[in-house]
């Protein structure tokens, strides 16, 4: 199982906001919101769109793809609205002091 | 055994360096120039370009490659698939752009006026028999950052000239390779002159199949009237390579092209494949397969762009994917005001071997004349559980079955390349990759 990576400090992201990070050569959305933290793979997966470009709607716990305006549940990855159907990647989240720490689900 | 060092970065520094380490005519250092400018221009791809935007290419760091510098470190060669069991009239190869490694044609076609070789340098000891056909620039140096590159800055790659009735009936191979983390800026020149024939087969490789790297290429086809050009490209690049390419072929009056492009390498490819008919009664056919897996990302543009009256292309593409790996084909068939009475027919099948593989497929017509057939198709589809089920009561394991079903898939293309020994490769590189259906 891949290991937790820092991937940014807490005061980086806003809340609620999102951040693009990099990890393990694979790109991740950080979301802030509502307190919580949370990562999805960055991509929409209706026709693959960047979703670090959409807003995050801490309310309804979803990130919007800005492209078509389907939603992604930002805690599970799972697409609410049309025009997506399939879920996106969600990936595990950790703090530690500052730092806000990923670790990759490797099961995409 | 010539291999590339770079210096990361693409620097202005670098490219006077590049250049004034290169014996070229003052002509060939003004067209590198002026790209160079453009490349300094353009900024990379963006997700907002249409082109673009289901090729997502954030992951690409430009700045970690260099320009070629044609220093020495070695290497072996990978084999060559398209060359196995064929008879050569000739062959040349390179590794990293930085020199040939090996260049040889046979003294028959040679006498005749036939160049075949390594491109850099016989466009010095030809530059004027050339000049004509690089100052052509089939390829758009505008069109991209990538092509600016090129254009600016190619490195290697192969030259095949053969003269007005000459007729080679024997396949030349050229090979392009790659060490890990190397960088290619190969560029492929062809020219049929009237009347001629010939068949290339070219292929790209890495030294490793697990490697990595940049190649920004180009390939410019040129096919005189009444030629006849077979071409075959094998993109096998390792599964971490960077592959960027534009390919323009002109087919003129009564001309024939048939184009195949096998892609199973690279972690990302973007390529445009352009075909113009420009004169009366030109031919083309363009095939491709493609075979996917892991995290692979194939994006294909083709165009077929009909100038002229009276000319026929047929396209045909196939895919199958594995893994989370994806495809994205995007196809065009142009017809210009004058092209009356064009055939032209556009196809796109793909074999879907994962639940999590994605494979978009976006056929396209514009037509501006009036008297025209112009069609298109295009398919996707899971293997048929019956069909592997029924071949494992006949003694099969699922992965054979599946392998079976795959070659079957593949077979129409491999039906309409007349090279035994490109089918053979083909589906013998394919059949290794095929591994049972997941789920």
């Known amino acids: 199982m891949p290991e937790f990576v820092s991937v940014a400090r807490v005061s980086d992201v806003s809340d609620p906001g999102s951040m693009l990070v990099e990890v393990s050569d694979r790109l991740i959305v950080l979301i802030h919101a509502s307190g919580h933290w949370y990562a999805l793979d960055d991509v929409c997966t209706h026709d693959g769109g960047p979703l670090s470009d959409g807003p995050v709607d801490p309310e309804g716990g979803t990130i919007a793809c800005p492209r078509h305006g389907a939603k992604f549940n930002i805690k599970t990855g799972a697409a609410e609205t049309m025009p997506a159907t399939k879920p996106t990647v969600a990936h595990e989240v950790k703090l530690e002091g500052d730092r806000v720490l990923v670790r990759l689900h490797d099961g995409s | 055994m010539p291999n590339t060092l770079t210096a990361p970065g693409y620097t202005q520094e670098a490219f006077d360096s590049f250049l004034s380490s290169r ?117 758009n140096p505008g069109k991209d950052k990538f092509s600016a590159l090129n254009a600016a800055a190619w490195a290697g790659g192969a030259l095949l000239y053969v003269p007005r009735r000459v007729t080679i009936d024997e396949p030349l191979h050229s090979l392009s390779a790659m060490s890990d983390g190397g960088v290619d800026l190969n560029k492929t020149l062809v020219i049929l002159e009237e009347g001629a024939e010939a068949t290339l087969l070219s292929e790209t490789a890495s030294l490793t199949p697990r490697g990595g790297g940049f190649h920004a290429g180009s390939i410019e086809l040129i096919v005189e009237p009444g030629a006849r050009l077979r071409y075959v490209n094998l993109q096998n690049w390792g599964d971490q390579v960077w592959h960027f390419a534009h390919q323009m072929a002109h087919v003129a009056a009564r001309g024939h092209l048939q184009w195949t492009i096998g892609a199973l390498g690279s972690r990302l490819a973007k390529v445009n494949q352009h075909v113009a008919l420009t004169g009366q009664d030109a031919e083309a056919q363009v095939n491709g397969v493609m075979f996917t897996q892991g995290r692979q990302h194939l994006s294909y543009n083709t165009h077929q762009h009909h100038k002229a009256p009276h000319c026929r292309s047929d396209l045909m593409y196939k895919a199958a994917l594995q893994g989370e790996s994806r495809t994205v084909w995007r196809g065009m068939i142009k017809v210009d005001r004058a092209a009356q009475r064009t055939d032209a027919y556009q196809r796109n099948d793909n074999l879907m071997l994962s639940r999590t593989a994605r494979a978009d497929s976006i056929p396209g017509l514009e037509i501006e004349a009036d008297d025209v057939r112009c069609t298109h198709g295009s398919t996707s589809g899971r293997v048929d559980d019956q069909q592997i089920f029924y071949a494992m009561t006949r003694g099969y394991t699922r992965q054979e079955a599946v392998r079976m079903i795959v070659e079957g898939f593949f077979q129409k293309v491999f039906d309409r390349i007349p090279i035994e020994s490109v089918s053979e490769a083909l589906g013998e590189a394919i059949g290794q990759r095929v591994r049972a259906i997941s789920d």
Request: glycine share 12%.
């Open chain 2, 23 to 139: 014996d070229e005519p003052g002509w060939l250092s003004d067209l590198r120039r002026a790209a160079w400018t453009r490349f300094s221009e353009l900024g990379m791809p963006g997700r907002n370009d249409e082109e673009w935007s289901r090729t997502d290419i954030r992951l690409f760091k430009l700045d970690r490659f260099g320009l070629p510098s044609g220093a020495s470190t070695g290497g072996e060669m990978p084999r060559a698939l398209l060359a196995k069991g064929v008879q050569l009239g000739g062959s040349t190869a390179t590794l990293d752009g930085a020199g040939t490694v090996d260049a040889r044609l046979a003294e028959k076609w040679a006498s005749k006026g036939v160049l075949f070789g390594d491109l850099p340098t016989l466009v010095v000891e030809h530059a004027d028999l050339l000049r004509p056909f690089l100052e052509r620039r089939l390829v």
